[in-house]
């Protein structure tokens, strides 16, 4: 009766071929022989059932959160597609292996299932901007924007104070250095922070050259455009 069980278990959750061969050997494990006969039904279906649960769940939350989580049945809906496709697509087998180190996986699993939910909810002093994927890549370019700009606005006070300084010759040109340096900087996180730091890099550099014809000071080669 628990071999019926059991081959009939393989052959619905491992329709194809490699699958199926995957399957029987992982149930003929020694280490999964133990309390027979529900030792192999458990190692089998009960362990990898709750594994593959479980990821499903923190898996659609995060797919599906924001206002589209409030739609009835559709975490559902996604959650059974999600796991008969695994189970068609011959998937279930790595699922087993994977639920043999559970005790090692679910932590992992909880430790990352924080982390999305604590930089998804506006985390690290991020604003809120909507849920889900599209919501936290929301968030995360609306950072670099914030940063680039607080770092273009302080860019351009000192390019004004040295505009007006009223330092000795020596005191300007060491100012004119340190803005040069931090002006190169600026440039070289222009492909991290998309383009418009290019024109606002373009706005510094004339607002720099400016001031240092003003001031009598050479200007930087490595930002000669």
């Known amino acids: 009766m628990a071999i019926d069980i059991m081959q009939t278990l393989v052959e619905l959750l491992c329709p194809t071929y490699g699958a199926q061969s995957a399957c029987q050997n992982f149930i003929n494990n020694p280490s999964h022989q133990v309390l027979q006969p529900l030792g192999p039904l458990i190692y089998f279906l009960f362990f990898p059932t709750v594994f593959l649960i479980l990821l499903i769940y923190i898996g659609t939350g995060v797919v599906l959160r924001g206002n589209v989580s409030s739609v009835k049945g559709l975490r559902l809906l996604l959650s059974v597609a999600v796991l008969v496709a695994i189970i068609i ?117 004339k607002l720099y050259k400016k001031a240092c014809e003003k001031q009598n000071l050479p200007v930087a080669k490595e930002l000669k455009r």
Request: hydrophobic residues 40%; aromatic residues 12%.
């Open 89 to 205: 697509q011959g998937y279930y087998p790595m699922m087993l292996w994977l639920s043999d180190l559970w005790f090692l996986l679910l932590p992992l699993i909880f430790v990352l299932f924080f982390i999305i939910r604590h930089f998804g909810h506006g985390g690290g002093g991020m604003p809120r901007s909507g849920g889900g994927m599209l919501g936290f890549t929301k968030r995360v370019l609306s950072k670099m924007d914030a940063e680039r700009n607080a770092e273009a606005k302080s860019l351009e006070a000192q390019i004004k104070e040295l505009e007006i300084s009223p330092l000795g010759s020596h005191g300007r040109l060491e100012k004119s250095g340190s803005i040069a340096q931090q002006l190169e900087d600026f440039r070289s996180k222009t492909n991290v922070y998309g383009s418009n730091a290019l024109s606002d890099y373009d706005r510094l550099f």
